[in-house]
């Protein structure tokens, strides 16, 4: 059986994220992610997801300026960097959310960054293992995030290999992997071990998975095929309303 994670950073993006909680439930949906949920009480955050039983998979630490997508490789940063990771876990924490995604940001060829890097995951692994959570780092695309600092599965695999703490997993967005070369189930199987979060979206689009030229319906069910046991987080950019968008679901959850 398909487990999917509904993430409401794009799904139900227009309501408060209680709201989008509740909805994600009532969608079937059997786990929630977010993005940035650092505006929203985390009170009430928490208490949507008891009221609805709904694990939260994970949250993002802070973007930066606008442009940025992450702070942790940027040189001459370190505060700020160290201060989104805190923020994250402390809300994290907070509504008891698995997972913190670190986001690197777009160092370009700045020197030093990827060891600067290298030092916030080690800082935000010690947080992790403080609170029992994971942290995640996701290769993004070059062609919607050009200058990110890993952009490929493999290229996360070897942070991952560097770091050597058992907190730290890659994100596998196969929206991101289809674009950066594709081969997904190959690519899947080689990382396996290493890899702690599952995303996908219809590739060029970015929108519904029922459209474009990944077969998710065929690719999910081989993927847990190949072991994996965990969910599968629903991170794209619906076509209009999100609830007019589900079809897909009930297809997914025949196979
Ligand atoms: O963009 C993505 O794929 C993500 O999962 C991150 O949350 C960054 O936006
Ligand atoms: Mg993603």
Redesign the pocket.
């Known amino acids: 059986m398909i487990r999917l994670s509904a993430?409401l950073?794009f799904l139900w993006a227009d309501r408060p994220l209680p709201d989008a909680i509740h909805a994600a439930k009532a969608a079937g949906f059997e786990a929630v992610e977010c993005?940035w949920p650092y505006g929203e009480d985390a009170a009430a955050v928490a208490r949507a997801l008891r009221d609805t039983g709904l694990p939260m998979l994970g949250l993002?630490t802070a973007?930066g300026r606008p442009g940025e997508?992450g702070l942790s490789a940027l040189p001459g940063r370190k505060s700020e960097a160290r201060d989104a990771i805190e923020q994250a876990f402390d809300y994290g924490a907070a509504i008891g959310a698995g997972a913190v995604?670190v986001?690197a940001g777009v160092p370009g060829k700045a020197p030093g960054a990827m060891a600067i890097f290298h030092d916030n995951l080690i800082a935000a692994c010690d947080l992790a293992a403080r609170h029992a959570m994971t942290v995640l780092i996701?290769p993004?695309n070059a062609r919607?995030?050009p200058g990110y600092l890993h952009v490929t599965v493999e290229a996360a695999a070897a942070i991952v290999r560097a770091v050597a703490r058992p907190e730290l997993k890659i994100?596998f967005?196969c929206?991101?992997q289809q674009i950066m070369g594709g081969d997904l189930l190959r690519r899947f199987e080689a990382h396996l071990g290493a890899i702690g979060h599952v995303?996908f979206a219809s590739v060029p689009w970015r929108r519904e998975p029922d459209e474009g030229e990944v077969a998710y319906d065929r690719l999910l069910p081989l993927l847990r095929e190949a072991g994996w046991t965990g969910f599968f987080?629903a991170?794209y950019k619906p076509r209009g309303e999100t609830d007019l968008g589900l079809g897909w679901i009930e297809d997914f959850r025949r196979r």
């Open positions: 993430n950073g993005h993002n973007k997508f995604h986001m996701e993004l919607d995030v994100m967005d929206y991101h995303q987080g991170e």
